[in-house]
């Protein structure tokens, strides 16, 4: 399969600690993104990450890209209640679309 | 629009009935997809839109599956004969950007019955 997989698939942490998500990935890819999805609704764009690149901040978000291990992390420091969600990465293979793992369904305990 | 807008919001069909699941995307983006995402799963790729020529239906499960974008704005995604496997979340997406990031719509959830 040519899907990103993150890892864990689900996770529980205290309010105010860092979340950390992984996603591998099984060949080249031209860039890597990453959604939040809030239950019920659509996916939200966080963050887009091209293979030339090694690491990206956004606010509280930090991702990093590692090509030699095809894999990419998610973090996201002093976690609040409405960071609960599932994270799914995505992949671009070099087309126009993009093929998304399986997610990670955050849940921080107030 | 502000943002992409899909109808209806939900969707109750009986098996073999045909449905019709309507996309807005964002005026100027030029790129449209769709995606169908089973309960407790990552969205699957269905089909790709370039103005209102469909570049790539490769995920389109079986010939019930029919996508379009006559005039290159809003899609509308037609599902006939409609099977209980049928049933997930159908998400559209419009993109600026050539390989950018995605603007989804709130989604259609499809229940066959």
């Known amino acids: 399969s040519q899907q990103g997989e993150e890892d864990p698939q689900a996770l529980s942490i205290q309010e105010g600690e860092n979340a950390t998500m992984n996603c591998s990935y099984k060949?080249?890819?031209?860039?890597l993104q990453w959604y939040r999805q809030n239950s019920g609704r659509g996916l939200v764009h966080l963050i887009l990450?091209?293979?030339?690149?090694r690491e990206k901040h956004s606010g509280r978000l930090r991702v990093t890209l590692d090509t030699s291990k095809k894999s990419s992390s998610l973090l996201i420091t002093a976690s609040r209640a409405a960071d609960t969600a599932s994270y799914f990465c995505?992949?671009?293979?070099?087309?126009?679309?993009?093929?998304f793992g399986t997610g990670t369904r955050l849940t921080i305990i107030p | 629009g502000a943002g992409v807008s899909q109808s209806p919001r939900y969707k109750v069909a009986k098996r073999g009935q045909d449905v019709a699941l309507r996309c807005d995307p964002i005026?100027?983006?030029?790129?449209l997809f769709w995606y169908q995402q089973a309960l407790g799963q990552g969205p699957e790729f269905l089909t790709y839109?370039?103005?209102?020529?469909?570049?790539?239906k490769s995920g389109l499960p079986s010939d019930r599956f029919f996508a379009e974008r006559p005039e290159g704005s809003v899609s509308t995604l037609k599902i006939q004969r409609t099977q209980q496997e049928d049933s997930a979340v159908y998400l559209c997406?419009?993109?600026?950007?050539?390989?950018?990031?995605?603007?989804f719509g709130s989604g259609t959830r499809l229940t066959v019955v």
């Open positions: 839109f370039q103005n209102e020529a469909q570049l790539d």
């Open positions: 990450i091209r293979s030339n690149e």
């Open positions: 005026s100027g983006h030029v790129s």
């Open positions: 997406a419009s993109s600026l950007e050539y390989r950018g990031g995605y603007t």
């Open positions: 060949t080249s890819i031209n860039n």
């Open positions: 995505a992949v671009n293979f070099g087309n126009e679309k993009l093929t």
